[in-house]
């Protein structure tokens, strides 16, 4: 075991901007084992460390590569990797796999972080995906966030069933219930309310009421989207695991009518014609 691991759990806890104290009261530990943790003086048994990677604001990623830092096997998924060494998807994998898709289609990880999204989406959304990755810092690639810098609560008219249907499966997900702090969700919740005191009170309480979802390898609920130059276009959205051990996810727009899959298919051929004339 290398000395990796008490460094970045270190840098870990300084960029969530927790105190020493803070760490440990959430973590149900002592500050003097977590300040032994830190510089190298003790070493932790890995429930732990657990405890602390649930407080700390880490991606599933990070937070199972300090865990193999540590010494320990990284939280596993749904089959052992030994034997099935390609059935999760990594975060690379993620774009080449979407762009096969003719729906639009976006990838997520715990903490509601687009990793990426096919060219349909983009059409669909009006956004360019490698542009807005290049300018935005990571956290601001939040779904929430992106939702509301590029106006969208507007376009999607059922909005309240959309922010329900997050926040149950969010709650129905311990672990990621964990990475989505109070804080978190709530600079999220006002970039995507663009400031709107009525819709921030509506979207707390919706988050509030709703139930957790069980947690199953999919789930769905539908989206009504109003497009302002094709009208209103009804979608299926299916969210799949990608990575139960990193907790990446698939969400997948799935048409629902035909007027919905030609006014797509329009919406698609003019995205395609703009890259064009670029």
């Not at 796999?97 to 989406?121: Q, S």
């Not at 149950?168 to 702090?181: D, V, Y």
């Amino acid at each position: 075991m290398t000395t990796e691991w008490r460094i970045a759990l270190r840098a870990a806890r300084r960029q969530s901007r927790l105190s020493l104290k803070t760490l440990a009261e959430e973590s149900g530990l002592s500050v003097q084992t977590v300040r032994a943790y830190e510089i190298g003086r003790r070493r932790p048994k890995r429930d732990s460390l657990l405890k602390i990677l649930a407080v700390l604001d880490l991606t599933a990623a990070d937070a199972n590569a300090l865990l193999e830092q540590a010494g320990f096997a990284p939280e596993s998924g749904l089959y052992p990797t030994h034997e099935f060494p390609e059935y999760a998807f990594q975060v690379h994998e993620l774009q080449r796999f979407l762009d096969k898709r003719p729906w639009p289609a976006i990838a997520t990880d715990d903490a509601i972080r687009v990793l990426a999204a096919n060219r349909p989406m983009q059409a669909l959304w009006r956004f360019d995906f490698n542009s807005e990755q290049r300018r935005r810092a990571p956290d601001d690639m939040n779904l929430f966030r992106i939702i509301g810098d590029l106006k969208m609560l507007d376009r999607i008219a059922n909005w309240p069933d959309f922010l329900r249907a997050v926040a149950s499966l969010n709650k129905g997900r311990p672990l990621r219930a964990a990475q989505t702090t109070p804080e978190r969700r709530l600079a999220s919740m006002q970039a995507m309310a663009d400031g709107d005191p009525a819709v921030m009170k509506r979207m707390r309480e919706i988050w509030a009421k709703a139930r957790p979802a069980p947690q199953r390898i999919q789930a769905d609920f539908p989206i009504v989207w109003s497009d302002p130059e094709y009208g209103e276009m009804h979608f299926r959205s299916v969210v799949s695991v990608a990575s139960a051990a990193d907790r990446l996810d698939f969400r997948d727009w799935h048409p629902v009518d035909a007027d919905t899959w030609r006014a797509l298919e329009a919406l698609k051929a003019g995205s395609k014609r703009r890259r064009r004339g670029r």
